[in-house]
């Protein structure tokens, strides 16, 4: 295992943006990952696990601690009757799964296409899109427990990790659990009945053009046409994607929204239906994009060397030499405008890594 000293982050995340971490490694096996933590517990460093640097944003001022990047490779599976078990290295690519499964003729994981991040950052996250969540397929991880004396590692099963919308009982254990192998079940059984729609993906009018039933390469071609229409592609541009999460509110306050909405601009808010969708228990999840629409920062703004992508109103971009106070402070911006308006505070998806305001 080698140690460095002074490495720049920027180049390691989406936003390319962050300062030096003080020590830095690369784990690649259990060993080195075991090894890596002995140094930093001796050195009483923090610790910060490093995935695809995608839903992050790190401090100018960098980690003052050791980064270590877990890049455990591998993939292998096990048919059981319709049923793929496949068990996935943390650092593998999460995009690179997705397109071995459909290589492999295993189904559940299209919808998740051209997402960036490893399959360990997939897991803590429970990274979803497009009406599918990584919890859906998850069987099991196995899991260091960084905190532990002897570094335990556990098997956590699908019931056992709080799995809710963008979020898992990993992503609130400040560090404590590093996600080494991940094990998903797919089905076998080809095509996938997909559930998910909106306003520019309907798999009734994919099927309609071709004439037959989708395939799973065709769910993830449109996947990736659709995303690269949104800009959220990795490469379209410096960014993590959607920076806040949909917020979820009461039926009362739904209709407090619609009557603003409408009170501000009934005709932008016909145009932009449907931005919100009814949950079973009556709640409503509301797209962060509409309620934006109503304040200044919109598709193409742009304040210096940060702004919001020309193609997707949840995406905040460096431009061109932002920093991450730029970043941060044009999301507190946005989370404050939609606030004054209506009341929601937009609650991020990105973490923060170190005083990113400073």
């Excluded at 910060?48 to 001022?61: A, E, H, K, P, R």
């Excluded at 559940?108 to 490893?118: A, D, F, N, Y």
């Excluded at 996938?192 to 039933?213: E, M, P």
Aim: proline residues 3%; contains cysteine; charged residues 25%.
């Amino acid at each position: 295992m080698k140690i460095e000293e002074h490495v720049s982050l920027a180049p390691l995340t989406t936003f390319g943006v962050g300062g030096e971490a003080r020590f830095f490694s690369i784990a690649e096996s259990f060993e080195e990952v075991i090894e890596a933590l002995d140094l930093a517990r001796a050195r009483a460093l923090p610790v910060f696990v490093l995935g695809g640097g995608s839903n992050i944003l790190i401090s100018d001022s960098g980690f003052d601690g050791l980064v270590l990047s877990v890049r455990i490779k591998g993939i292998t599976f096990e048919k059981r009757e319709n049923k793929a078990f496949v068990t996935v290295g943390a650092g593998v690519v999460w995009d690179e799964f997705v397109e071995w499964s459909i290589a492999h003729e295993f189904g559940g994981l299209e919808c998740l296409s051209g997402i960036p991040g490893t399959v360990g950052g997939a897991v803590v996250a429970n990274l979803g899109a497009y009406g599918a969540q990584a919890s859906d397929t998850f069987v099991s991880a196995e899991v260091l427990n960084t905190q532990s004396e002897g570094n335990a590692m556990r098997i956590f099963k699908n019931d056992e990790c709080d799995f809710s919308y963008h979020d898992s009982l990993f992503s609130h254990a400040s560090g404590r659990y590093l996600v080494l192998r991940a094990t998903f079940a797919l089905s076998t059984e080809l095509p996938v009945k997909i559930s998910y729609r909106d306003n520019r993906f309907d798999l009734t009018a994919l099927a309609a053009q071709s004439g037959r039933t989708p395939t799973q390469d065709d769910v993830r071609t449109a996947i990736l046409k659709m995303r690269g229409e949104k800009g959220v592609l990795q490469s379209s541009y410096k960014s993590a994607g959607s920076f806040f999460h949909m917020p979820f509110v009461s039926a009362e306050k739904y209709a407090e929204v619609v009557a603003q909405a409408q009170a501000l601009d009934s005709e932008k808010e016909r145009k932009l239906r449907p931005w919100a969708w009814q949950q079973p228990d009556g709640s409503y999840k509301i797209a962060a994009g509409f309620l934006l629409e109503y304040t200044d920062f919109q598709k193409g703004y742009v304040k210096g060397g940060v702004g919001i992508s020309p193609k997707h109103t949840l995406a905040i971009i460096n431009v061109g030499g932002a920093t991450a106070r730029d970043i941060a402070g044009l999301a507190g911006d946005m989370q404050e405008a939609v606030e004054k308006i209506f009341g929601i505070l937009l609650e991020r998806e990105v973490e923060y890594i170190g005083s990113v305001e400073e």
